[in-house]
Every structure is written in C-alpha cells, then in structure tokens.
C-alpha cells in the first residue's frame, strides 16, 4: 500500500507514529458530481462511465451493490483490481498498477491511490473517488437509463435519519474494524476494539425493534453497513483481532445481514475469494506469511426470519 506525492509513486504503509498508534484514514481527493441533466459539468449517459473497483474493498462494494440494484450494467462498466495489493498498490487487469490511471488524468496527483474510482472515458477524468458520493448518484442521476427499480435509498423524509446513523456507522464500525486491525499500540486497538463492539450492540438493539437501520424499508444506510458486515467473520473477526463475538452471535444482526445478502442482485457483488486473498494476502505487517485461511463456512442464504 502506498502512495502518489507528485505523480511519483511511493510505496509506505499509513503512518501510525504520529497518531499514538492510531489509524487515520485521509479523505478521498476527487469530489465532482455526476448529475442528470449535466449542470454538475458530468451528464449522466450511457457508456460514458467506468467504475474501477475492488471485489475484497467494502467502499467499492457499495457502489458494486447500487449498480445492480439500479440494473446498471449495461449503462456502467467496471474494470475489477487483482485481490492481491502489494509494493505497486492495486494492479489492473493488464498488469499495469491503478496509480497510472490517477497521473494520467493527474500528473501531480498526491495522495493516496483508492478504490472506488468513477472514471469518465468520455472527458477522460476522474469523476470521484468518494464511495458515499458515487453511491448517490447511482441512486438518482441514472434513474433514465435504470432497468430495475428498487426504489429512492435516500429519500427527502429520511436523510436526516440515514445521515446520523451513516455517521454513527462509519466511525465505529465500516472504519471501526480498520481502527482496531491497523492500530499499532495496545490501547489504540483496545480503544477501537472497545468503540466497536459498543456500536454493534447498539445496532443490535436497533434492529431488535426496526427491520432495517432506518425503519421496516431497506435504505442507503443498511448498504453502507452491509459491506462491513459480510466481511466480518471471515476477516475482521480474525485478521482484524476483532473477536469479542461474530455476526452470527447476534440474532438480530446475523438476521439482518442474511436479509440484505438474500435482495436480487446482491449476492452476485459478493465475492468472498478475493475478499478473504486481499486482507490476508495484502496486509504483510500483520499476516506476514500471507496464508490465507480456509475457512470459516457461512451460509448466506439460510432463511432470515425478519419479514
């Protein structure tokens, strides 16, 4: 893992000394807008728009997710990264690391090379590398081109709601397992650890009253929890240290997630060999053998009790 200072590449992990141990992650650098008439500068069109994502990462899982539930394959093509992330970062399919495609749109680009990335063939531009972004214009600005219909995920009565708990969720669970897994002292992982397991409790309680996060209708903010919790078993609960309990010790959560898995559409975005090769491939501070674990057996696809 590393990144661009200048256009140049750089291969260094997150820098934890000068935090205490703790991990940071930087905010994404790309912010422009995809919008349905095109006022945004990017019109929403078909064909004009690549997603370049990773199977194993839980931000492109998102917009991997809005994509098929919008029925935008044919409207949004992706490019997928080799699971295995190393001293070129993610590689692309035709060998070449994803850092030349941020200095070709960018030659002094600095920062750090991610995924999702939604990339405009047709300007030849990096729309946004900001998951919680891409996954909103999916939701809206491709409605004319959508072949599914699933819905408003953030519609005007709720996003007050989804936005409290989508902040609630991401700093103790999407980003709290990767502040416990990347910590490099003992009280910043107990720390992390601790604000973590609080917050799954408390979306067990939640979801013990309400079917989903924001009530009984599947929103933007179940999505954003989703991908965190799919991955939890097989990779966090291990290779993260994150072993207080499963998903599958929470009722209502084990529930929930088997609920979500089970939408059409969403298995297929679920492809547990490259998540659990990237973590435990990729990661050599923490597994440095990079063996990768055969199990654990988790069936999806068993009923989920929560109609």
């Not at 492809?271 to 990079?290: C, L, R, W």
Request: overall charge negative.
């Amino acid at each position: 893992m590393g990144l661009l200072v200048d256009g140049k590449w750089q291969d260094t992990w997150y820098d934890t000394k000068s935090t205490g141990g703790k991990f940071k992650r930087q905010d994404s650098s790309f912010r422009n807008w995809v919008s349905r008439d095109g006022t945004s500068g990017f019109k929403a069109e078909a064909d004009r728009y690549r997603l370049y994502v990773s199977y194993a990462c839980p931000w492109a899982h998102r917009t991997l997710i809005f994509r098929a539930l919008k029925g935008l394959e044919d409207i949004i093509d992706v490019v997928v990264v080799d699971p295995v992330m190393k001293e070129n970062g993610w590689m692309l399919p035709d060998g070449n690391p994803l850092h030349t495609l941020y200095t070709h749109v960018q030659p002094d680009y600095t920062g750090r090379v991610t995924v999702p990335v939604l990339y405009d063939k047709k300007s030849n531009a990096i729309v946004s590398n900001e998951s919680a972004e891409i996954i909103r214009m999916l939701n809206t600005a491709f409605d004319d081109f959508a072949t599914k219909e699933c819905g408003d995920l953030y519609p005007a009565a709720l996003q007050t709601k989804i936005d409290e708990i989508n902040t609630f969720v991401y700093h103790n669970i999407n980003n709290g397992v990767y502040k416990a897994g990347f910590a490099t002292t003992q009280d910043a992982y107990e720390e992390a650890f601790e604000n973590l397991f609080t917050a799954l409790d408390k979306v067990e309680d939640i979801l013990s009253k309400n079917r989903y996060l924001v009530g009984n209708h599947i929103s933007e903010a179940d999505w954003r929890l989703f991908t965190t919790l799919v991955r939890f078993d097989a990779v966090y609960v291990g290779h993260f240290k994150c072993n207080k309990k499963r998903i599958v010790d929470y009722p209502n959560l084990w529930g929930y997630l088997k609920d979500l898995y089970q939408v059409p559409g969403v298995a297929e975005t679920v492809h547990m060999d490259h998540i659990k090769t990237h973590y435990y491939a990729s990661h050599e501070t923490i597994n440095p053998t990079g063996v990768v674990p055969c199990g654990p057996e988790i069936d999806f696809t068993a009923p989920h009790g929560r109609g």
